[in-house]
């Protein structure tokens, strides 16, 4: 039973291959829409978390560093031996940083050949450009302006009652 195999065996031993050896010139393009390796573009990323939150098998990391002037260096990682290449993340970025090429050569001898970071900085919001105090000063005025302006509809709006009740009175006697 197991002479047939061995004669096959012997045959292809020393015919030649059937197949061709990979890439012959250009890798061949790939299908429309396909889903391929990731590129993420920090510069357009506006750290909204979005991407981490639909990643089902949570592929995406983040990382934030805060800095001596109040910054924050904030990096993505992608792990794309975790991603399924479903595109949720893509789909959900409001600013599409995040985009599938058509490269399906995905191949590497180390886990950090399959890692696709990114690195932005996010500068810190202005100081205020008032105290406290001032701020708590400008409130009191604003107040007191909104009183006094509800203070003067209510002295315009009294003339206009008296009549109302004059008739009123004269028409319960």
Same mark, same amino acid.
Do not use: W
């Given at each position: 039973?197991?002479?047939?195999?061995?004669?096959?065996?012997?045959?292809?031993?020393?015919s030649?291959?059937?197949?061709?050896?990979?890439?012959?010139g250009?890798?061949?393009?790939?299908?429309?829409?396909?889903?391929?390796?990731?590129?993420?573009?920090?510069?357009?990323?506006?750290?909204?978390?979005?991407?981490?939150r639909?990643?089902?098998?949570q592929?995406?990391?983040?990382?934030?560093?805060?800095?001596e002037n109040?910054?924050?260096?904030?990096?993505?990682?992608?792990?794309?031996?975790?991603?399924?290449?479903?595109?949720m993340?893509?789909d959900?970025?409001?600013?599409?940083?995040?985009?599938?090429?058509?490269d399906?050569?995905?191949v590497?001898?180390?886990?950090?050949d399959?890692?696709v970071?990114?690195t932005?900085? !996010?500068? #810190?919001?202005p100081?205020?450009?008032?105290t406290? &105090?001032?701020? %708590?000063?400008?409130?009191? @005025?604003? =107040? /007191?302006? !909104?009183? #006094?302006?509800a203070?003067?509809?209510?002295?315009? &709006?009294?003339? %206009?009652e008296?009549?109302? @009740?004059? =008739? /009123?009175? !004269?028409?319960?006697?």
């Amino acid at each position: 039973m197991i002479l047939p195999y061995l004669g096959q065996s012997f045959k292809n031993l020393f015919s030649k291959p059937v197949t061709e050896a990979f890439p012959v010139g250009d890798a061949p393009k790939a299908a429309e829409g396909y889903r391929g390796r990731l590129h993420y573009d920090p510069e357009l990323c506006i750290n909204c978390g979005m991407c981490m939150r639909v990643c089902a098998p949570q592929a995406i990391t983040r990382e934030i560093v805060p800095l001596e002037n109040g910054d924050q260096k904030i990096t993505f990682t992608y792990d794309m031996t975790s991603c399924t290449f479903c595109r949720m993340c893509s789909d959900f970025c409001a600013k599409k940083a995040i985009t599938l090429t058509d490269d399906y050569l995905i191949v590497g001898s180390a886990h950090e050949d399959f890692l696709v970071t990114g690195t932005f900085i !996010k500068t #810190a919001p202005p100081k205020p450009k008032f105290t406290p &105090e001032q701020l %708590e000063a400008m409130k009191k @005025a604003a =107040a /007191a302006k !909104k009183a #006094a302006a509800a203070a003067a509809a209510g002295e315009a &709006e009294k003339p %206009e009652e008296k009549p109302a @009740a004059e =008739a /009123a009175a !004269k028409g319960e006697e």
